[in-house]
T-cell receptor, first 119, second 111 residues
Framework: DAGITQSPRHKVTETGTPVTLRCHQT?????MYWYRQDPGHGLRLIHY???????DKGEVSDGYSVSRSKTEDFLLTLESATSSQTSVYFC??????????????????FGDGTRLSIL | KNEVEQSPQNLTAQEGEFITINCSYS?????LHWLQQHPGGGIVSLFM???GKKKHGRLIATINIQEKHSSLHITASHPRDSAVYIC?????????????FGKGTLLTVNP
């Protein structure tokens, strides 16, 4: 199994409080991703990173920020949590893919998820 | 944006049955992934394919690029195969590596 650790695994907090989720990898993969998973929806990308201090928004980025100060850690922050952010959050990692250079598509490896409840 | 549709949404089978889960997408892709998620569990990559067919144990994945369609087959199904199966596609363009996911198919295999 790919070395990906999410922390915490479970968290309950109140509306308006800040929350930070951590994703730690030991694979030295370049790409890291944060997804949320909700009933009736597929996994949806929140933010992703393509290198240290290089991040970009996904399709559901409002209300979330991220930071990546070193290769192994990717933090997801909810500055002021809302009940609509109650969800299961997954971190994923993948190898670098460079179009046109014959590199192979690589699978994404997922962490075990963080169940976040905002009351 | 690539739209990914999976069918059926729910599937119940008896142990030993042959299972087929389908995935269709709207825009040409560079790769398609099949993932497995057990209840309350993490997500595991089963297959990644861009053409033809791949087999791993009792699982077979096929893709038809022209028809924008993929199938995941499970032969001799077993209760431990009960899980959500998720199709995801990578659409060409850019140097990053983002996936678009289907909503998943919940498979229940009864003994």
């Amino acid at each position: 199994d790919a070395g990906i650790t999410q922390s915490p695994r479970h968290k309950v907090t109140e509306t308006g409080t800040p929350v930070t989720l951590r994703c730690h990898q030991t694979e030295n993969h370049r790409y890291m991703y944060w997804y949320r998973q909700d009933p009736g929806h597929g996994l949806r990308l929140i933010h992703y990173s393509y290198g240290v201090k290089d991040t970009d928004k996904g399709e559901v980025s409002d209300g979330y920020s991220v930071s990546r100060s070193k290769t192994e850690d990717f933090l997801l922050t909810l500055e002021s949590a809302t009940s609509s952010q109650t969800s299961v959050y997954f971190c994923a990692i993948s190898e670098l893919f460079v179009p046109g250079q014959g590199a192979q598509n690589q699978p994404q490896h997922f962490g075990d998820g963080t169940r976040l409840s905002i009351l | 944006k690539n739209e990914v549709e999976q069918s059926p949404q729910n599937l119940t089978a008896q142990e030993g049955e042959f299972i087929t889960i389908n995935c269709s997408y709207s825009v040409g892709i560079s790769a398609l992934h099949w993932l497995q998620q057990h209840p309350g569990g993490g997500i595991v990559s089963l297959f990644m394919l861009s053409s033809g067919k791949k087999k791993h144990g009792r699982l077979i994945a096929t893709i038809n690029i022209q028809e924008k369609h993929s199938s995941l087959h499970i032969t001799a199904s077993h209760p431990r195969d009960s899980a959500v199966y998720i199709c995801a596609v990578r659409t060409p363009g850019g140097s990053n590596y983002k996936l678009t996911f289907g909503k998943g198919t919940l498979l229940t295999v009864n003994p």
